[in-house]
């Protein structure tokens, strides 16, 4: 079971727009609708922010969106804050197993 | 509230075994999967077994199979994961992570704390 590739890290001041890539195969994000997202803070538990590539649970900002084309979803993190910064993980169904990204260090400058 | 509290992580040899708890409450543990999650020192996120409902159903991450089981007890509202011939790749922060609020097993809206494994001589 391979891990989807995402950026090691993006960066954005504050009110500024980034996007999170997660390129994947066919085997997984393009097959499947099924690719979610989680932010985890230092020494904290991952939180889910998207699920079913574009669907936000409720108390997550809408200023957090999903989306995917072909193999590679993506998560825009619109209107920047500092409560932001974190690290993100993509994950997506692969038919039994569950693949996650190697995870992005999103910075707030 | 939900609360998923992970219990039993501690320092082993290689080898050797441990059996992590998980403890649930705040929801109906009996209606939900229930996945076992763990992150390497520094490292990325790693799925690494689920189970059914009703434990009719498991699955494993091939680094796994053959080595851990995953299993449940609804009537104690608990997840388990056995783990046997341990090695130092093991060593890892382990999530108990449940699909509560959401039906079937696609992405997980309950997490806890996460319980750490450390596979040392």
């Known amino acids: 079971q391979s891990v989807l590739t995402q950026p090691r890290s993006v960066s954005g001041s504050p009110g500024q727009s980034v996007t999170i890539s997660c390129t994947g195969t066919s085997s997984d994000v393009g097959g499947y609708e099924f690719v979610s997202w989680y932010q985890q803070h230092p020494g904290k538990a991952p939180k889910l922010m998207i699920y079913?590539?574009?669907k936000r649970p409720s108390g997550v900002p809408d200023r957090f969106s999903g989306s995917k084309s072909g193999n590679t979803a993506s998560l825009t993190i619109s209107g920047l804050q500092t409560e932001d910064e974190a690290d993100y993980y993509c994950c997506s169904y692969a038919g039994s197993p569950f693949v996650f990204g190697t995870g992005t260090n999103v910075a707030v400058l | 509230e939900v609360q998923l509290v992970e219990s039993g992580g501690g320092l082993v040899q290689p080898g050797g075994s441990l059996r992590l708890s998980c403890a649930a409450s705040g929801f109906t543990f009996s209606r939900y999967w229930m996945n076992w999650v763990r992150q390497a020192p520094g490292k990325g996120l790693e799925w690494v077994a689920n189970i059914k409902d009703d434990g009719s159903g498991k699955n494993y991450a091939d680094s796994v199979r053959g080595r851990f089981t995953i299993s449940r007890d609804n009537a104690e509202r608990s997840l388990y994961l056995q783990m046997n011939s341990l090695r130092v790749e093991d060593t890892a922060v382990y999530y108990c992570?449940?699909?509560?609020?959401?039906?079937?097993?696609?992405?997980?809206?309950?997490w806890g704390q996460g319980t750490l494994v450390t596979v040392s001589s």
């Open positions: 079913d590539v574009t």
């Open positions: 992570a449940g699909a509560h609020p959401y039906n079937g097993n696609t992405h997980w809206g309950s």
